[in-house]
């Protein structure tokens, strides 16, 4: 159960998506929502610019047009809890935004980030490392939703592996509640029919109405496992988060980058 959902709030636009996507789970699971803003100060600023020369001025002016945004994000995210009757708080931490966000998280269920693009600062970023490290299922949304619907159409991006596993166990109380789900293999040998059997019958032991469903090796299985969901009108994927280095997928390529920078169908991470 998501009792407690942490949504990181930063910027109006960003944060509506994710606003809107906890009130949706937040009504199915009677959630407890933390908006938590992050303002940063002299230092953490100086940290993330140590290779750059700015003066005072630049600095005191940031802090100044950080000060304007954190009051418009706390009024839209109180008028858009507020359309709902649910539990929520506003939390406002100094500093570092990684830290506090990783703090925060030892305390909650399901974090709700923003989907990020195929950018350098978004693929090696904030939210990624806290995906990696923050030991909570993190649901990625899109700027805009493609469907209406959301995790009654789920498909769970499957190889056996530890990240997989794990991201099936978060995703466990969409996935009991989902009209459909089915775990998708993109894999080389017939032999992984075998494993997408295998935890189809677990699932199903969850009373889970799941399918499955095994496509041969592909040159990008991120690209094809994308297609396959577009196609079937996923509305949810579960999948496991970096199995390999960021680095190893910012330079190769790989179904995590993929999944995060997809802006397409809200996608479960867990690591």
Request: charged share 25%; aromatic share 8%.
């Amino acid at each position: 159960m998501y009792k407690t959902i942490l949504l990181p709030v930063e910027g109006v636009e960003q944060s509506a998506p994710c606003e809107k996507m906890a009130l949706r789970i937040g009504r199915d699971f009677s959630s407890h929502i933390k908006g938590l803003r992050i303002v940063p100060t002299l230092q953490s600023l100086q940290a993330i610019t140590e290779h750059h020369y700015l003066t005072y001025d630049v600095y005191e002016q940031i802090l100044e047009n950080q000060a304007e945004e954190l009051r418009r994000d706390k009024e839209a995210f109180i008028r858009t809890l507020d359309q709902v009757p649910l539990e929520y708080e506003w939390i406002e931490e100094e500093g570092d935004f990684l830290s506090h966000l990783k703090a925060h998280a030892r305390t909650a269920d399901l974090a709700i980030v923003p989907q990020g693009s195929d950018e350098l600062g978004d693929v090696m970023g904030d939210i990624p490392s806290f995906i990696l490290d923050c030991g909570i299922p993190t649901l990625a949304v899109p700027k805009v939703a493609r469907e209406d619907t959301f995790a009654e159409n789920i498909f769970i991006a499957w190889n056996g592996g530890k990240e997989s596993i794990r991201a099936v166990h978060g995703a466990m109380p969409l996935l009991k509640k989902a009209a459909n789900v089915t775990v998708l293999s993109i894999a080389e040998e017939k032999k992984d029919e075998i494993v997408t059997a295998d935890v189809c019958k677990y699932l199903a032991h969850h009373d889970v109405n799941v399918k499955g469903m095994t496509e041969g090796l592909h040159y990008d299985p991120g690209a094809k496992l994308m297609e396959i969901c577009l196609e079937n009108n996923a509305d949810l994927i579960v999948a496991g988060a970096w199995a390999h280095t960021r680095l190893a997928e910012l330079i190769y390529g790989g179904v995590t980058k993929t999944l995060f920078n997809n802006q397409e169908i809200p996608v479960l991470f867990a690591h």
